[in-house]
C-alpha cells in the first residue's frame, strides 16, 4: 500500500500507509495525545478519529479544548443518547433526525404521547445513565440495500424515507453507541464517557412536522443545551433566565406598552404608552436628521406595480408584497368592492421599502451637482411578508417604519458621506446607550453588475471613509448586493446579544434604472449614485432591543410616565395635584395616584410598571411643600422641596440631543 505524507500543525510532514486513521496518527505522536484526542480537522474538514485517510493532506488532532470540534462532538453525541435513552424507556418510538443546532441540539420523535416535563427529568437520568457506561461508538460504510433492510425489519419508515432520498453515489454511514445505531454522516466522539455528564440540560418539546411539510405526521421535538463544562452550561441557563426577564412580549404586557392580535398578524397595536416610547425616539431622530443636513419627506404607501417593475422590485421581491386590487371603475359610493372589473383593475403594491419613492422625489425638477449630495429622509412606513411562524412580537413584524433616508450624490462625495453618516451614527447609538458598535464591511459578490473599476473604487472609498473615523471593521467577502458594497453595524446589548441595526449601502442601480440623472459641471447628465442609510433600522424592532436592553427600566427621557405622585392620605390629595400640575407644565409626564391603598401598594405597583421616579406626599410633606422620592429599583428615600426636584427633573428628562445643546448654550 503506497504511504501518504500528512502535514501537522507545526509544518513537520509524517508518512503514512494509505487507509491510516486519524486516531492512529495521534497513538504515533503521542500517548497522551491519543488519550485527549476528540476528532481531527483533516484538509479543513472535521474528521472522525475512526474514518481512514487516503490522500496526503494537513491534519490536526482536536481535544476537548479546541471549542468548535468538542461542542459539535458533545451536541452530535448526546443527540444520539438522547434517542437512544428514549427508545430505552419507549421502545415503540419511531425517531427521525437530531441535527446540531446553535448551543445544542434536536431530535424529532413520532410518539403517540406527548412528552411530559417529568419524560424530560427521566430521558436526561437515563442519558447520564448511557454516559456514565462509557459505552464505545462505532461506525461502518453499508451500502443502500442493506441499510433498507435494516431498517425495515427495526419498523423504522422515517430512516427508509431518508436513505431513499440521498442521492444514490453518495455512501451511508452508520454509527452505534454501544448497541444503539444511527444513519449519520458524522464524526463522533470514541465512546460515551467522554460527553460531560454535568453539562447538558433537555429544554422544552414543541411540534414538528416531518420534513417540515403541514401534510405530513406531527412529531415531537426535544431540544437540549450542551457545553464543554458545567460553568459554561450554568452561564448560559443564567443568560436564558436573564433573557426571559427582558423578554419585550412580557414587558410590553406589564408595561401595558402594546399587544398584537389574530386580525392583524405582525402588525402592532401601540398602547399610549407604548406610542409615548416610539414618539419620543422619533422625534429625538428627527431633530438629529434635521442637524445632519436631512430633508424630511413622505411618500405614498400604495404604488402601482409599474414603478416595482421599474425599479426591478416586483421580479426579486413580489413574494414579500402585499397587493392590493383596485377597480378604478368602482363609483366608491354603491359598487360592490369585492367585484372586478378586470379591464379596469390597476394592481398595486403596500410599499416594502421607501427607496423607489425616494427617487421619484428626486426625479421631481432639474437637479444639479451644486444640489449634490442630497439627503432625503423618510420616517418610512413599510409591509412586508413574513411567514407567520417567523414573527416574534415587535421584533420581527408584517408591518414597521424606518428611519430610512437615501443621499444622492456623485462618486467623489460617497467616502465624505460614508464617513459623515459613521460618526453620526456613532453618535446617535451613543446618546441611545450603545457606546461601542461592529462594523461589518460586505464587498462585491461573484454575480455583480458594474465595471471593476467602479468597485475598487467604492470599495476604497468604503474602506478610507472607516479609516478616517479611526474605526475598526470585520471583511464579509462577496456579501454585498450585486450592485454596490455595504457597511453594516452591529449592536451589543446588556447581556451579550448581537443586533444588526444600521446600515450604509452603495447602489448606483436603481438610479439608472429610475432614470435619475443631475447636470454636471460639464453641462452634461450624469448619474447620481444613491446611498441606502439607516440608524435605527425599524422602529419597532429597535423599540424592543431597548426594552429589553433596560429590562423595561426606560431611560428618564424615554419613560411613558416619568413621575408618579402618590397621596399617603386623602388629606394630601390637593397637594398631589398640584404637583402634578406643576410637573407637567415643566414638561414632564407625571400621574397622581389618590387612590385609597397603602402607600406602599402603590409603590410595588408603579414598580412593577417601571416608573422611573415615584413620589409619596403625606401630611409632612404638605405643611414642608415637600416631596419623598424614591427611584425604580432603590430602596433608599430622600425629602426635597417640590421646587427643587422639578428642576433638577426637568434637566435630567432632557433627550440626550437637547441636553448636549444646553450644555453648549447652543439653540
Known amino acids: 500500500?503506497?504511504?501518504?505524507?500528512?502535514?501537522?500543525?507545526?509544518?513537520?510532514?509524517?508518512?503514512?500507509?494509505?487507509?491510516?486513521?486519524?486516531?492512529?496518527?495521534?497513538?504515533?505522536?503521542?500517548?497522551?495525545?491519543?488519550?485527549?484526542?476528540?476528532?481531527?480537522?483533516?484538509?479543513?474538514a472535521h474528521w472522525d478519529l475512526a474514518w481512514p485517510i487516503?490522500?496526503?493532506?494537513?491534519?490536526?488532532?482536536?481535544?476537548?479544548?479546541?471549542?468548535?470540534?468538542?461542542?459539535?462532538?458533545?451536541?452530535?453525541?448526546?443527540?444520539?443518547?438522547?434517542?437512544?435513552?428514549?427508545?430505552?424507556?419507549?421502545?415503540?418510538?419511531?425517531?427521525?433526525?437530531?441535527?446540531?443546532?446553535?448551543?445544542?441540539?434536536?431530535?424529532?420523535?413520532?410518539?403517540?404521547?406527548?412528552?411530559?416535563?417529568?419524560?424530560?427529568?427521566?430521558?436526561?437520568?437515563?442519558?447520564?445513565?448511557?454516559?456514565?457506561?462509557?459505552?464505545?461508538?462505532?461506525?461502518?460504510?453499508?451500502?443502500?440495500?442493506?441499510a433498507i433492510a435494516h431498517y425495515e425489519e427495526l419498523g423504522e419508515p422515517y430512516k427508509v424515507e431518508l436513505i431513499e432520498a440521498i442521492p444514490g453515489d453518495e455512501p451511508l454511514r452508520m454509527y452505534w453507541h454501544g448497541d444503539w445505531q444511527d444513519l449519520c454522516r458524522g464524526p463522533h466522539l470514541q465512546h460515551t464517557g467522554q460527553v460531560p455528564a454535568d453539562a447538558f440540560k433537555l429544554m422544552r418539546v414543541s411540534g414538528a412536522y416531518w420534513r417540515g411539510d403541514s401534510s405530513r405526521q406531527m412529531l415531537q421535538r426535544i431540544y437540549g443545551v450542551a457545553f464543554r463544562n458545567r460553568d459554561d452550561l450554568k452561564k448560559h441557563l443564567t443568560f436564558l433566565e436573564e433573557a426571559e426577564k427582558r423578554d419585550h412580549r412580557r414587558l410590553g404586557r406589564e408595561m401595558d406598552l402594546f399587544h398584537m392580535?389574530?386580525?392583524?398578524?405582525?402588525?402592532?397595536?401601540?398602547?399610549?404608552?407604548?406610542?409615548?416610547?416610539?414618539?419620543?425616539?422619533?422625534?429625538?431622530?428627527?431633530r438629529k436628521q434635521r442637524a445632519g443636513g436631512y430633508r424630511e419627506i413622505n411618500t405614498p404607501q400604495v404604488v402601482d406595480r409599474k414603478l416595482w417593475e421599474a425599479s426591478g422590485h416586483w421580479e426579486k421581491y413580489q413574494h414579500h408584497m402585499f397587493i392590493v386590487e383596485v377597480d378604478e371603475s368602482r363609483d366608491g359610493e354603491n359598487d360592490d368592492a369585492s367585484a372586478k372589473n378586470r379591464a379596469e383593475t390597476r394592481i398595486n403594491a403596500l410599499k416594502p421599502m421607501n427607496c423607489p419613492c425616494h427617487v421619484q422625489?428626486?426625479?421631481?425638477?432639474?437637479?444639479?451637482?451644486?444640489?449634490?449630495?442630497?439627503?432625503?429622509?423618510?420616517?418610512?412606513?413599510?409591509?412586508?411578508?413574513?411567514?407567520?411562524?417567523?414573527?416574534?412580537?415587535?421584533?420581527?413584524?408584517?408591518?414597521?417604519?424606518q428611519d430610512d433616508a437615501h443621499i444622492f450624490c456623485t462618486e467623489e462625495q460617497i467616502e465624505e458621506e460614508c464617513a459623515r453618516f459613521i460618526e453620526f451614527l456613532a453618535a446617535v447609538y451613543e446618546?441611545?446607550?450603545?457606546?461601542?458598535?461592529?462594523?461589518?464591511?460586505?464587498?462585491?459578490?461573484?454575480?455583480?453588475?458594474?465595471?471593476?473599476?467602479?468597485?475598487?473604487?467604492?470599495?476604497?472609498?468604503?474602506?478610507?471613509?472607516?479609516?478616517?473615523?479611526?474605526?475598526?471593521?470585520?471583511?464579509?467577502?462577496?456579501?454585498?448586493a450585486f450592485y454596490g458594497p455595504k457597511l453594516d453595524f452591529y449592536l451589543t446589548d446588556a447581556i451579550g446579544r448581537v443586533w444588526q441595526c444600521g446600515t450604509f449601502q452603495v447602489d448606483p442601480n436603481l438610479p439608472e434604472r429610475l432614470d435619475a440623472n443631475y447636470i454636471g459641471a460639464d453641462g452634461e447628465k450624469h448619474r447620481p449614485f444613491m446611498l441606502h442609510r439607516a440608524c435605527?433600522?425599524?422602529?419597532?424592532?429597535?423599540?424592543?432591543?431597548?426594552?429589553?436592553?433596560?429590562?423595561?427600566?426606560?431611560?428618564?427621557?424615554?419613560?411613558?410616565?416619568?413621575?408618579?405622585?402618590?397621596?399617603?392620605?386623602?388629606?394630601?390629595?390637593d397637594f398631589v395635584h398640584e404637583a402634578v400640575a406643576s410637573l407637567q407644565a415643566a414638561g414632564l409626564r407625571a400621574e397622581a395616584d389618590i387612590r385609597n391603598e397603602k402607600i406602599n401598594y402603590k409603590v410595588r405597583e408603579h414598580s412593577m410598571a417601571k416608573v422611573p421616579v415615584i413620589l409619596a406626599i403625606g401630611q409632612r410633606e404638605v405643611e414642608n411643600r415637600t416631596v419623598t422620592v424614591r427611584r425604580l429599583g432603590e430602596k433608599q428615600t430622600q425629602t426635597v422641596p417640590l421646587d427643587e426636584l422639578i428642576t433638577s427633573l426637568t434637566e435630567e428628562a432632557l433627550p440626550p440631543d437637547l441636553k448636549a445643546r444646553a450644555a453648549t448654550g447652543t439653540a
Open 1 to 44: 500500500m503506497a504511504d501518504i505524507t500528512l502535514t501537522l500543525p507545526d509544518g513537520a510532514s509524517r508518512s503514512y500507509p494509505a487507509g491510516i486513521t486519524a486516531g492512529e496518527v495521534a497513538a504515533d505522536i503521542s500517548t497522551s495525545l491519543a488519550k485527549k484526542a476528540v476528532s481531527a480537522t483533516y484538509d479543513g
Open 54 to 146: 487516503e490522500a496526503d493532506g494537513a491534519l490536526a488532532i482536536n481535544t476537548m479544548k479546541d471549542d468548535g470540534p468538542a461542542l459539535e462532538l458533545i451536541r452530535h453525541d448526546l443527540a444520539h443518547i438522547m434517542a437512544r435513552a428514549v427508545q430505552s424507556i419507549w421502545p415503540d418510538v419511531k425517531v427521525t433526525i437530531g441535527p446540531v443546532i446553535e448551543n445544542g441540539w434536536y431530535y424529532d420523535f413520532d410518539r403517540a404521547e406527548p412528552f411530559t416535563p417529568d419524560d424530560l427529568g427521566a430521558i436526561e437520568a437515563k442519558m447520564k445513565e448511557i454516559i456514565n457506561a462509557r459505552d464505545p461508538v462505532r461506525t461502518e460504510v453499508w451500502d443502500r440495500p442493506r
Open 261 to 286: 392580535q389574530e386580525e392583524a398578524p405582525g402588525q402592532v397595536f401601540w398602547h399610549p404608552n407604548g406610542w409615548t416610547i416610539y414618539t419620543a425616539l422619533q422625534d429625538y431622530m428627527r
Open 361 to 401: 422625489v428626486y426625479n421631481q425638477g432639474l437637479k444639479s451637482y451644486r444640489d449634490l449630495p442630497l439627503r432625503l429622509a423618510e420616517f418610512g412606513s413599510c409591509a412586508r411578508y413574513e411567514p407567520s411562524g417567523a414573527l416574534h412580537g415587535i421584533m420581527r413584524v408584517r408591518g414597521f417604519t
Open 431 to 480: 446618546d441611545l446607550g450603545f457606546p461601542t458598535f461592529e462594523i461589518k464591511f460586505a464587498t462585491r459578490p461573484e454575480k455583480r453588475v458594474g465595471t471593476e473599476e467602479s468597485w475598487d473604487y467604492v470599495e476604497n472609498a468604503l474602506e478610507e471613509a472607516i479609516r478616517k473615523t479611526g474605526r475598526t471593521y470585520t471583511l464579509e467577502p462577496g456579501d454585498g
Open 536 to 573: 435605527v433600522g425599524s422602529f419597532e424592532r429597535f423599540i424592543g432591543i431597548l426594552i429589553e436592553e433596560h429590562a423595561g427600566r426606560m431611560p428618564l427621557w424615554l419613560a411613558p410616565t416619568q413621575v408618579s405622585v402618590c397621596s399617603i392620605v386623602s388629606d394630601a390629595d
